[in-house]
């Protein structure tokens, strides 16, 4: 059975840092696309990250390039999103996903990210 | 690149369908096979119903089907049940040039 359970989430003041982490099992982690996707409340949702199988790309959205870090440790089977400089408009849940060929075909549950003072 | 476009609400007695859609650019929906619907319940993580534009992943009834013309993607929930009632997310292959997929705002469906 697939899973993904994403750890890491909290409340942080606007300007500060927080890490994210997605530990896998289930699927050969080292062979596919991985993808974090945020829903800000209420909200629809944001492809924000993606990383390719190896490591070797990272591809951000406007929204986040230069101030978010993705990262992934194959032996582990586990992702890793450092995020810095964050706003309040980066409030949002975060999900892990497993993305095959431009869908996400297996999501985490999901872990909220709250910036305000 | 923009989000892709949702109708915010549909709703539709149980037992009847409803059609929703989902309308890119020429250079999104309207250029790719790579388009998406995701149900979503309220605080649960989205699950995949359609990729490919009409294909069902294992497990999902054939009452829930999608279709494309153009720019505009649809899904169509047949035979409409209780459960049924969630947000549903579309997304597509965004384009030459992009990496990161594009998703629509979401469609709240509501059973009567």
């Known amino acids: 059975e697939v899973q993904l359970v994403e750890s890491g989430g909290g409340l942080v003041q606007p300007g500060g840092s927080l890490r994210l982490s997605c530990a896998t099992s289930?699927?050969?982690?080292?062979?596919?696309?991985m993808t974090w996707v945020r829903q800000a409340p209420g909200r629809g949702l944001e492809s924000v990250a993606k990383?390719?199988?190896?490591?070797?790309?990272?591809f951000y959205a406007d929204s986040v390039r230069g101030r978010f870090t993705l990262s992934r440790d194959n032996a582990a089977n586990s992702l890793l999103l450092h995020m810095n400089s964050l706003r309040a408009e980066d409030t949002a849940v975060y999900f892990c996903?497993?993305?095959?060929?431009?869908?996400?075909?297996?999501w985490g549950q999901g872990v909220l990210v709250t910036v305000s003072s | 690149q923009s989000a892709l476009s949702q109708p915010p609400s549909a709703s539709e007695s149980p037992g009847h369908s409803v059609t929703i859609s989902c309308t890119g650019t020429?250079?999104?929906?309207?250029?790719?096979?790579?388009v998406s619907w995701y149900q979503q319940h309220p605080g649960k993580a989205p699950k995949l119903l359609i990729y490919?534009?009409?294909v069902r992943p294992s497990g999902v009834p054939d009452r829930f089907s999608g279709s494309k013309s153009g720019n505009t993607a649809s899904l169509t929930v047949s035979g409409l049940q209780a459960d049924d009632e969630a947000d549903y997310f579309c997304s597509s292959y965004g384009g030459a040039g992009t990496s990161n997929l594009i998703f629509g705002g979401g469609t709240k469906l509501t059973v009567l």
């Open positions: 996903t497993r993305e095959y060929w431009w869908r996400c075909d297996y």
């Open positions: 490919d534009v009409s």
């Open positions: 020429t250079s999104d929906v309207g250029d790719s096979n790579y």
């Open positions: 289930g699927f050969a982690f080292k062979s596919h696309f």
């Open positions: 990383i390719k199988p190896d490591g070797s790309e990272t």
